[in-house]
């Protein structure tokens, strides 16, 4: 009777074991799978269409612009300082980028409808060492009239920290912090709500 | 042919995460958007010949084709270093696929996504040989675009 008993405890002492073993299981999964869900890929899959840029992870989000001082095309030098007051978007673009390209024109068309704002949009050209001439085509045939800076290593390493993704914009207030970093191209209404928030935001 | 892209990808990955313990948090691997399948091939010795270098495209990205449509854009190209022994002719490189990003469909580009073949004729003489070459490439996924990379190659055959 007692080895029966002992035997009916051993069991129900494995059942247990096993059972917590499955919830505890069962719930990292669902914890991996609500993770999985939060996941925003920054490379999206060949077979999925065109997804809406990434708000890419970036330690700069909610901190101020980082300083820089950059030469423009015509070799004069530009600061984060001389856009002090003004919401800003800082776009990082390269000459081999085609959706870099793409959204460009959509830029310019911003900095435009928005100039009365104070907006400025600056064009910052990762791939500098194809020199001005080639930059200049690029613009030209884009009709991009903002200005275009040429990038150094100080900026990248201050903005983009090691990664290559173009395009890559920062949208920063009138109070000079980067409230949204996108990677990757998206559509032209949620660039527009972007730029908008830039203007909106950094008024007190 | 999948297993040696599986070997080349296993051995990618294995160098890269080796060279991020090296060199540290400063400088990240640099991932490969394209790799290379080698393997052993046999042409007639003395004679024309044709080599065929196997390449593929990481799943998700597109590089520009060799004749790109835009003269902005980058061409894949690939630079062989002379070898003696081995006749190099001129490379014939795939015709590339036409690609658009959804947000503007009227832009089409010229693409090699998934497996592309480069050729190249050789006359070699007879014996082993290895040939030094370097793909130079321009990858993009749907939204956005990474450097130019320059990917070794080694090509090795034998002439009989």
Known sequence: MRKVFLLLAMAAGIALVAWSGWQNWHQSRRAAQAQQAKRVDLIPDASS??????????????????????????????????????????????TYCAPCKLEMPWLEEFSKKYASTGLEVVGVTYDSEVGAKTITQNTEKLGVTYPILLSDPTIEKAYLSDSEVLPMSFYVDKAGTVIEVTAGLGAKDELEARVKEAIAAGDQ | ??????????????????????????????QAYVVYAAEPQVVPAGKPGTLELHFRVVQGFH??????????LIP??????????????????????????????????????????????????????????????????????????NLPVKVLFTAK
């Open chain 2, 63 to 72: 590089v520009n084709s060799h004749t790109p449509k835009s003269e902005l």
């Open chain 2, 76 to 149: 894949t190209t690939l630079t062989l270093q002379p070898a003696g022994g081995v006749k190099a002719g001129a490379l014939q490189f795939p015709a590339g696929k036409p690609y658009s990003f959804s947000y503007d469909p009227s832009e089409k580009l010229d693409v090699y996504a998934g497996d592309f073949t480069v050729k190249l004729p050789v006359v070699a003489a007879a014996g082993e040989h290895a040939l030094d070459a370097s793909l130079r490439y321009q990858a993009c996924d749907n939204a956005a675009c990474y450097p130019p990379r």
């Open chain 1, 49 to 94: 269409s065109a997804t809406d840029p990434s708000e890419a992870e970036s330690p700069l989000r909610g901190k101020p612009a980082p300083a820089f001082t950059l030469i423009d095309l015509s070799g004069k030098k530009v600061s984060l300082s001389d856009f002090k007051g003004h919401p800003l978007v800082l776009n990082f673009w390269g």
């Open chain 2, 1 to 30: 042919m999948i297993k040696h892209f599986a070997i080349v990808a296993a051995l990618t990955l294995c160098a890269n995460s080796a060279y991020a313990q090296i060199a540290g948090l400063d400088a990240p691997a640099k």
